[in-house]
């Protein structure tokens, strides 16, 4: 079975500070994203890294896929309420075509 | 056209009924998705239809669930005998590539 943990689980930080959420698996992924979801709505992608190394970053958030392809990391510069949240990441697995394996979560509240 | 469309939004049942749950995809996505999530939680994976391949429906969590998918859009989630744990957000996702594109998912609450 093919699981993603992401870690926290909770995090509540003041708006302005930094923060790191963390997906890890022992199984190695082709492709993973993070998605964010609000409450009383479906999650909506942010990014998809498909490389191992690879960084992306959409303004203020930071994307990392580990250099074997097992992990990833978001880290936000200057949080802002906005950012409050459930942040999910999802993997594409090698063996299985197209089913995409989802974390756990992170809810992320950012207090103004 | 829009996006991904989900109905009913909200459904309140009695345990030991049965519940269908619709979901009507993007136009052109080949791949439709169920989840299920329970409060704040992380997606659980139900079953997956890809084209007119056969459905994998390895996430399911008993017989007691099913899916179809008719002409290769509109699809239907059914439970039947409903129990108090199947309380949760029932989402649907439909996908032309790797990207998947949500709806806004139906809260069912079983009594």
């Known amino acids: 079975t093919q699981l993603l943990e992401q870690s926290p689980q909770f995090l509540s930080i003041q708006e302005g500070e930094n923060l790191t959420v963390y997906c890890n698996s022992s199984s190695v992924f082709s492709s993973l994203q993070w998605y964010r979801q609000e409450p009383g709505e479906g999650p909506v992608l942010l990014v998809t890294v498909v490389t191992g190394g690879e960084v992306k970053k959409l303004k203020r958030l930071t994307f990392q896929f580990g250099d074997a392809r097992k992990d990833s990391s978001l880290h936000i510069t200057a949080a802002q309420p906005g950012d409050t949240g459930l942040y999910l990441c999802a993997g594409l697995a090698r063996s299985s075509a197209s089913k995409i394996i989802f974390g756990s979560g992170t809810r992320l509240s950012i207090r103004p | 056209g829009a996006g991904v469309s989900q109905s009913p939004s909200n459904k309140v049942t009695e345990k030991g009924k049965d519940v269908e749950l619709r979901c009507d995809p993007i136009?052109?996505?080949?791949?439709l998705y169920w989840y299920r999530q329970s409060l704040g939680q992380g997606l659980e994976f139900l079953i997956y239809f890809q084209g007119n391949s056969a459905p994998d429906k390895s996430g399911l969590p008993s017989d007691r669930f099913s899916a179809e998918r008719t002409g290769g859009s509109v699809s239907t989630l059914t439970i039947q005998r409903t129990q108090q744990e199947d309380s949760a957000v029932y989402l649907c996702a439909s996908s032309y590539g790797e990207t998947q594109y949500f709806g806004p998912g139906t809260r069912l609450l079983v009594l």
């Open positions: 136009s052109g996505h080949t791949a």
